[in-house]
Each structure stands twice: as C-alpha cells, then as structure tokens.
C-alpha cells in the first residue's frame, strides 16, 4: 500500500530537542504509547485537533514545527518520512 499523502512528521526531532522519551510524551498528552510511536514514525493516517493542541502545549511549538508537505520534488529524491 503506498501512501496517499506527503505529510511528514518531525516528532522525533522536537523530542530529541526536549529531552523527551516517547513514553513521556505519551503520559502528557493523553494518548498510547503505540498511538504515539504510530505518530513519530509517520504512519498516522489522521490527527484529531485536540491531539495536535495537546502536542503543541507539551512540546511547546506550532504545527509547522510538528508537520510538513514538501513539495513534489523533494517527496520524489526523499521517500523516507523525516521522524
């Protein structure tokens, strides 16, 4: 199954950033630690705003830092999602 969308998640790189394990960032924001590590691996398929507000408030960030769409170019010379 390929994907359907470009959006990549830098999860990984603001936890890196925070000091942050997964587990703890699970434990603030109210979700599992599977939902979590679905998130930082960039496999979610879909974010509820409550999430994403929750992710903001605990990583102290927008979501801009969170997500990004590259454009064409850059999807097609990296396939791999930036965690």
């Known amino acids: 199954m390929t994907d359907d969308h470009r ?15 997964l587990t703890e960032f699970a434990d603030r924001i109210g979700i599992t630690l599977a939902n979590a590590s679905i998130l930082k691996n ?3 398929r879909a974010i509820r705003f409550s999430t994403l507000t929750a992710i903001c408030d605990v990583l102290e960030c927008q979501p801009g830092d969170l997500l990004r769409v590259p454009r064409n170019q850059e999807s097609a010379s990296d396939p791999t999602p930036e965690v």
């Open 7 to 21: 959006v990549r998640v830098h999860l990984g790189t603001l936890l890196d950033e925070r000091g942050m394990t």
């Open 42 to 44: 960039g496999r979610a």
